[in-house]
């Protein structure tokens, strides 16, 4: 026992720039486009997935992943300057695809004969029940209702929770790389190999460029092979689901791109509304809170700052409401999150600096006006995104772990905790999407709006934890177990003055304390 010399550690040491401390200015940049990269993987794997049922051409797919891009960028400068303000990106999310498919699969909606007339039509559908829906996410962030649940959490419930924000995306990960293993093993071997054999390589003066710039380096090099793969007709006989998933010219992104588009409201028409379609749309946006509160907890471990508080929390999901409502007034096609491999990348190059955050939400923006440009990386692979994805969802699920190191692990109900928590909240989801099909979720009632509500809610392995471990923690033998369940330590974090680290991080600019003053 005198060998062990790594006591609990409120803050990680193991980075070299936190939420306050910046890199130089090349190096910053650069990291802010290799955040930029990575941000395209979802916003363009969620519209190639939704636009062509919603009835869309490959123009309409192309715009829809121009907005989403833009309006990311837009949510993301709102959440760094008033919301958590941690170096967190905003994307688009997968939770919301359970209420989009409802609405897609309408009757109403399917018997317009003109695809694209019934692209237009789902797209309004969309808009309307995002607005509507964005309601919960505003009431609940800004009344502090959300703080207030919060303060049933402990790092007993949270690891778990944090763990599967992570390794609950599994299926995006490994079961999605091997749709081309020519290109993807390459790519996860790279990766690993880049990012952590190599990472005390210096080749420029004191710059590691292995550790700080991975995903350039190793995208850039499986790409090229992509391409050469793709020219030299390696999959010119093979089936069209491989060629989609491995050519570098199937998505046709490039061609159908305008040279400039400037994203803007209402763009697609008038919004429609349906109570059905928002009411199975607030399911997603639940879920989406649960998965932020998850990728804020990590996010701020992986950016040396304390948790955030209650009132920093619910800041944080008031703001992400505006957020969705953005996302329906512009048309983005889904709902929004915290990127997760965003997230994750915060830990890989060891760098948590917001300001690279901020200026990667720049690059969003611009990129998705320049419409040529921007198109050109979204034709990468989805399969080198997998790989990627191994890497950065294990890392965070690595870092929703660590809470536990602040809890007794030698208690048997902390074990039985934890371990329920997380087979339930692996094991539930995977019952539920291994029978939902593109027009039917597990549920199968008369009501498709019910249908769509559970099927979203017990899809999350996030939100299954979330619920399994907040119960369990705060219904067994609580009152004997507060020093077991981590809570001394956790207990100062609940409230904005009660860590004096909390201002340093969390305080918002411009003075603007003066006129919204923590609790």
């Not at 060998?3 to 130089?24: A, K, R, V």
């Not at 699969?105 to 964005?134: K, Y």
């Not at 507060?482 to 600019?509: A, H, I």
């Amino acid at each position: 026992m005198a060998d062990i010399s790594h006591p609990p550690m409120e803050q990680l040491q193991d980075l070299e720039y936190c939420i306050d401390s910046n890199p130089p200015w090349p190096e910053t940049i650069l990291l802010a486009f290799q955040n930029y990269i990575l941000v395209i993987g979802t916003s363009v794997m969620i519209p190639s997935m939704l636009v062509p049922l919603m009835g869309g051409s490959n123009g309409d797919k192309a715009r829809v992943i121009q907005t989403l891009l833009f309006v990311s960028g837009i949510k993301t400068l709102l959440q760094t300057l008033f919301g958590t303000r941690l170096p967190a990106v905003v994307g688009g999310s997968f939770a919301y695809v359970m209420p989009i498919l409802y609405i897609i699969n309408d009757s109403s909606l399917q018997r317009i004969p003109d695809h694209h007339d019934r692209f237009i039509e789902t797209m309004r559908a969309i808009q309307g029940a995002l607005i509507v829906a964005s309601s919960i996410q505003i009431v609940a962030g800004y009344s502090q209702l959300w703080g207030l649940f919060s303060r049933f959490f402990s790092p007993l419930g949270m690891a778990p929770v944090v763990g599967l924000v992570g390794l609950g995306l599994f299926q995006r990960g490994f079961p999605m790389l091997g749709n081309c293993v020519e290109i993807g093993l390459p790519m996860l071997l790279l990766v690993i190999g880049v990012s952590q054999y190599l990472k005390h390589t210096k080749l420029l003066k004191d710059i590691p460029i292995f550790e700080r710039f991975p995903l350039l380096i190793c995208i850039s090099i499986i790409w090229i092979y992509a391409i050469i793969l793709t020219a030299s007709g390696a999959y010119r006989n093979r089936q069209n689901a491989t060629q989609i998933s491995c050519r570098t010219d199937r998505a046709y992104i490039i061609s159908t791109a305008p040279w400039f588009k400037f994203p803007y409201p209402l763009q697609w028409g008038p919004p429609t509304f349906s109570a059905g379609h928002s009411f199975a749309m607030m399911s997603s946006v639940l879920v989406s809170m649960t998965e932020s509160t998850g990728a804020y907890m990590a996010a701020s471990r992986l950016a040396i700052a304390t948790p955030p508080p209650a009132y920093v929390l619910s800041r944080g999901i008031g703001w992400q409401g505006i957020g969705v409502l953005l996302d329906g007034l512009y048309g983005t096609g889904t709902g929004s999150t915290v990127s997760v491999e965003n997230v994750g990348l915060l830990g890989l190059t060891r760098v948590g600096s917001r300001r690279v955050v901020q200026i990667s939400a720049g690059f969003m923006i611009f990129f998705a006006m320049l419409g040529k440009f921007g198109a050109v990386f979204a034709s990468i692979p989805f399969p080198i995104y997998a790989a990627v994805y191994c890497v950065l969802f294990g890392l965070v699920g690595g870092v929703g772990l660590s809470f536990l190191q602040f809890t007794n692990m030698n208690s048997m109900r902390n074990l039985i905790i934890i371990g329920v928590s997380l087979f339930l909240g692996i094991s539930i989801p995977q019952y539920f999407n291994e029978y939902a099909t593109v027009k039917h979720g597990l549920v199968r009632t008369n009501a498709g709006w019910f249908d769509a509500f559970l099927n979203s809610i017990f899809s999350s392995a996030p939100t299954v934890g979330l619920m399994v471990a907040v119960f369990l923690d705060n219904t067994l033998d609580v009152v004997n177990s507060k020093k077991d369940r981590g809570m001394p330590w956790w207990v100062k974090f609940r409230t904005f003055r009660g860590d004096n680290r909390n201002e340093e991080f969390y305080t918002l600019p411009f003075n603007l304390n003066r006129f919204f003053p923590p609790t």
